[in-house]
């Protein structure tokens, strides 16, 4: 009697533990802070070299501020479109309107046909522009930035 | 938060990365099955020592219980594979784990009930295969949510129905004449029809969610315009607290009408956290608590039964074999278990009144002890905690609010129960989430599994959605190569 009962609280918070241990696996699954994909990481160490490159984008404006999304040398789409990389729910924005990709080891946001136009520190973007580091760009009523 | 997940269809890999288009994250369900058999095991386990501390030998009736339990959870992780298959793989197993546990509780005190009469003059009636058949049709319910609900997004246009049916059936029951619904043990919130009888309110629970997550996506302009800032508070314009002063409003005439508390703290508490998420603002929770006292205080001044229930929690031995003998006999209860329990089937649960539905948390706190009482509370911990998780990493608004309403309401119902139980706050009356018996419980929250489910199946698969896009030439240039995009 006195065995089964400790032996059953033991099985019960064994079966916490386990619960936390694939929580803990599952730890980076669904964050997309971080993607264990080894070509990817590759990717980030030699941008990483350059001791200045842009390391996460940065929502400082607009409905989703204080968002960040870590660059892994994919491009980044946004737009209101569900695929897009940072989906923005705001009326300005387009369904696909921008892009930033990396060329080398610099940023480049060009505009996607967007009706109210992206702008680059109160530049409009016609053609690709390099993002220098913490250069606000907007997109509707979002600003997001690049930084280290 | 608009995170990129793995492989993401719409994003041109660029050559470099030599990531495959067939690459899928893990969908994590053989680790849903590991979990799923060790929650299956600890359910038999306790089955088998609560018959061996009762009756010394093993009955027909535990197998068949044993085996629709074990049917219901293989179901149930299938419909997982087929409907959901990138869904979390924690949320399922500790579900299971607790409706288990709640059906042994539930048998557990059928056992120590067995034959006594009631004092309507009926003879006591097993509850739990009730219980197990709820959970078949609970089940059912899931897995129809489940598979007609393929995108959680569905949901928010149906906002405004879904907030009219869900208050009709909150107020339903206050309103309506006592032989349709009558009061039980002074609560107003069942509707009977014949033999069975139904708690909507735990329905409208989840409605009112959906509609609240839709409106505040459409409208969270409106609560995020700033008005006066006093001691660091933004306080919201006047003229934009209509809508918190109409759930206000809800929530009192539930406790004034129906005479149920729990109920009232409860959809008062998810309003006011989905504001909370929507806008970021502490002003509104601040405004919010302040009302609800201010509510609260009145309602005891005027109504009787609110100042019965407050009388007894705050001192329940002034009349202990009357007004206080149900907290009393749980603080006895929960005393007794001490730090390691009684043993499963080693206590007197049948000291307890209601000891299946509101007090079934003491019964546990009396069998496995604080031990085992807190483990439970870890379990629905994780539950919630999986669900804010998912809400945080789902790519749209609504999808983050109502995930994030429905752990939270799964949260603060054990909350409310278990401060009951504990005499931490005035019982309430509410029942626990998947541990109480009671079919509309059991529904209710079964279909609010689903949605999680659904929110973070839609979090963590890959994008697979075949949509034709048109050629934009504007990126049509050296640097990007275009590559097919992943299946």
Redesign the interface.
């Known amino acids: ?2 065995l ?3 032996g ?2 033991v ?6 533990l ?3 241990r ?2 803990r ?2 730890l980076y ?5 971080r ?6 990481r590759r ?1 980030t160490g030699k941008a990483g070299k350059g001791g200045k490159a842009p390391r996460q984008l940065v929502v400082t404006h607009g ?2 501020a204080g ?1 960040r ?2 660059l ?6 946004i737009g209101r ?7 923005l ?1 705001d009326d300005f924005a387009s369904t ?1 309107h921008a ?1 930033l ?3 080398g080891t610099d940023w480049y946001v ?4 967007s009706t109210n136009g992206t702008y680059l520190d109160r530049a409009k973007v016609t053609a ?1 522009l390099r993002v220098p580091l913490g250069t606000p760009i907007r997109i509707g009523k979002t600003v997001i930035e690049l930084r280290t | ?6 492989g ?7 050559a ?4 495959s288009p067939g ?1 899928k ?2 969908t ?1 369900r053989s ?1 849903e099955l ?2 799923l058999a ?2 299956a ?2 359910v038999t ?2 089955l088998i ?1 609560v018959e ?2 009762q009756e010394q030998e093993l009955t027909m009736r535990i197998v068949w219980l044993g085996l629709a339990y074990l049917g219901v959870l293989t179901v149930a992780h299938l419909a997982v594979r087929k409907w959901a298959p990138y869904a ?3 949320i399922l ?2 579900v299971a ?1 607790l409706n288990g546990l709640g059906l042994v509780m539930i048998h557990r005190i059928d056992l120590a009930k067995e034959g006594d009469t009631l004092p309507g003059g009926g003879v006591w009636s097993p509850a739990a295969p009730k219980q197990v058949l709820w959970t078949a049709i609970a089940l059912v319910l899931f897995c129809i949510v489940l598979a007609v609900l393929s995108d959680h997004r569905t949901l928010a246009r149906y906002g405004y129905t879904f907030g009219f049916l869900g208050l009709v059936a909150l107020v339903l029951p206050g309103v309506l004449p006592s032989f349709i619904a009558p009061e039980i043990n002074g609560a107003k919130i069942w509707l009977s029809f014949g033999a069975f009888s139904i708690q909507p309110g735990e329905f409208a629970k989840i409605l009112l969610m959906v509609f609240f997550a839709a409106f505040l ?1 459409s409208k ?1 302009e409106l609560f995020t315009a700033a008005g006066r800032r006093v001691l660091g508070l933004d306080l919201p314009r006047a003229r934009d607290l209509g809508p918190l002063v109409a759930a206000w409003a809800v929530g009192v005439s539930i406790m004034v009408l129906q005479k149920d508390l729990g109920s009232s703290l409860l959809f008062f508490g998810i309003v006011l956290v989905l504001l909370y998420v929507a806008t970021e603002r502490a002003a509104w929770v601040v405004l919010g608590v302040g009302m609800f006292c201010v509510g609260a205080v009145v309602a005891w001044r005027l109504f009787g039964h609110v100042q019965i229930r407050v009388q007894n929690w705050l001192d329940p031995f002034a009349d202990p074999s009357g007004k206080g003998y149900q907290i009393l006999q749980s603080l006895f209860g929960l005393g007794t278990g001490n730090i ?2 009684a ?2 089937g ?1 206590g007197r649960p049948d000291e307890i009144p209601e000891a299946n539905t509101d007090f079934i948390t003491a019964v546990i706190g009396e069998e ?2 604080f ?2 009482l807190s ?1 439970v509370l ?2 629905y911990t ?1 539950l919630a ?2 669900g804010m ?2 809400s945080l ?1 789902v ?3 609504f999808g983050k609010l109502l995930g994030g309403g429905l752990s939270f309401a799964v949260a603060f119902q054990i909350f409310i129960v278990v401060g009951g139980v504990t005499k931490l706050i005035p019982m309430t009356g509410i029942t626990a989430p998947f541990l109480s018996y009671g079919g509309s419980s059991l529904l209710a929250n079964y279909m609010l599994v689903a949605l999680l489910l659904r929110i ?1 199946d839609a ?2 698969a890959p ?1 697979s ?1 075949p ?1 034709p896009r048109p050629q ?1 030439p ?2 049509a ?1 050296q ?2 190569v275009m590559v097919e995009r992943p299946k």
């Open positions: 009697m006195q089964t009962r400790a059953f609280l099985l019960l918070w064994l079966f916490v386990a619960a936390l694939v929580v696996s599952d699954a669904a964050s997309g802070l993607v264990p994909t080894p070509g990817l990717g409905a989703l968002t999304i870590s892994d040398g994919r491009p980044i789409l479109a569900d695929d897009s990389t940072l989906v729910d696909r892009r990709s990396l060329r060009e505009d996607l046909g690709p | 938060m608009g995170s990129p997940v793995p993401a269809e719409g994003t041109p890999l660029s470099a990365s030599s990531t690459l994250p893990p994590r680790s590991f979990l060790f929650a095991g600890l386990i306790a020592l061996a501390n979390d793989p924690v197993p500790c784990l996506v969270r390691f329990g043993g499963l080693g496995l002890g031990v085992g483990a870890v379990l994780v905690l999986r998780r998912n990493a790519r749209d608004t973070s979090a963590r994008k959605t949509k934009q504007a990126i240039d640097f990007t």
